[in-house]
């Protein structure tokens, strides 16, 4: 039986020191499967595609919001449903097996979610935000299946989380009650936590498929769009350094992670957990000072607000 050379079973044998670096970057060199030109050509328009159907999902609703007076009933819907339509048009046209028509599927999501929020804005149905993700999730739930993409996948999971999240949020005063905004916990925690789980496990290698470049590097910056998105959400908003507490913890276990597994590659043996103590010393209390900073220069700034009033 002949053995197939893929990147996962090359990572594997780095990681059962099987093989040395020198090893694996020849195996690389002769299969043919060390990423070329070609490769990161395609990674830059999967990149884009994604880039530009997100925007244009997220450009229609805008459109609606800013034109709400002047569309009338009539005209905010239709300017819903017929990109929807279009966008399922689109998928059963090209086929799903095909990047577009994936994506064309998660822009349905998308606008199902949106044409439920211009429902109960329009009609005053009185259904709270965890009833309107709990509908968005039941109602996604044919384009997840018809997709059978492991990012649309990621995107129900996270609809119905944040469905889950603010049921249990209005319904218990448990644990989930930490991410109360009374706290200064906002819905950035959510994706936050999971993308930092998500960085672990890209991390370590303990991923339980083989994954392309493209992929790889969408993860790291979906990570970073999501932490400069709480960063800008929490400074603008202002209502406490909770979620900047959240931030650093994120970036810290992340970046420690990464630090053991360069380190652990190295060899570098008991020395390696001396060094990640002093790291997450050092960045822990960098942090702190950064937050105690932030809250010092906020409170100084709302005093000299008061005063000018």
């Not at 709270?128 to 059978?148: G, H, K, M």
């Not at 990012?151 to 129900?156: D, N, Q, V």
């Not at 448990?174 to 906002?186: N, Y």
């Amino acid at each position: 039986m002949e053995l197939k050379v893929t990147r996962r079973l090359l990572g594997w044998a780095g990681e059962q020191r099987s093989l040395s670096r020198e090893a694996i970057d020849a195996s690389l060199e002769l299969s043919g499967l060390r990423p070329g030109i070609a490769e990161w050509r395609d990674l830059a328009v999967r990149t884009m595609m994604t880039a530009g159907v997100l925007s244009l999902a997220a450009g229609v609703i805008f459109l609606v919001a800013y034109n709400w007076q002047k569309l009338g009933v009539y005209g905010r819907f239709a300017m819903i449903e017929l990109p929807l339509l279009l966008a399922l048009i689109l998928a059963w046209a090209i086929g799903i097996d095909r990047l577009a028509g994936k994506l064309a599927l998660i822009m349905a999501v998308f606008l199902t979610g949106a044409l439920l929020a211009l429902f109960g804005q329009t009609y005053q149905t009185g259904a709270d935000a965890s009833e309107l993700f709990f509908t968005w999730a039941v109602l996604a739930v044919p384009w997840a299946i018809a997709c059978r993409w492991e990012p649309c996948w990621a995107l129900w999971l996270l609809i119905a989380n944040f469905a889950g999240t603010l049921y249990a949020e209005r319904a218990l005063h448990g644990f989930f009650g930490l991410l109360s905004p009374s706290l200064g916990f906002t819905p950035w925690a959510i994706p936050m936590a999971f993308g930092t789980l998500i960085m672990i496990l890209r991390i370590t290698r303990l991923r339980g498929f083989e994954d392309s470049s493209w992929v790889v590097a969408s993860e790291v910056l979906l990570f970073i769009a999501v932490s400069a998105g709480l960063f800008v959400y929490v400074n603008r908003r202002r209502e406490g350094v909770c979620p900047f507490a959240a931030l650093g913890l994120s970036w810290v276990v992340v970046t420690a992670t990464f630090i053991g597994h360069i380190l652990d590659e190295q060899r570098a043996g008991a020395w390696a957990l001396f060094v990640i103590a002093v790291y997450v010393i050092a960045a822990s209390s960098g942090a702190v000072k950064a937050i105690n900073w932030t809250d010092r220069r906020w409170k100084l700034q709302e005093a000299a607000k008061n005063d000018g009033v």
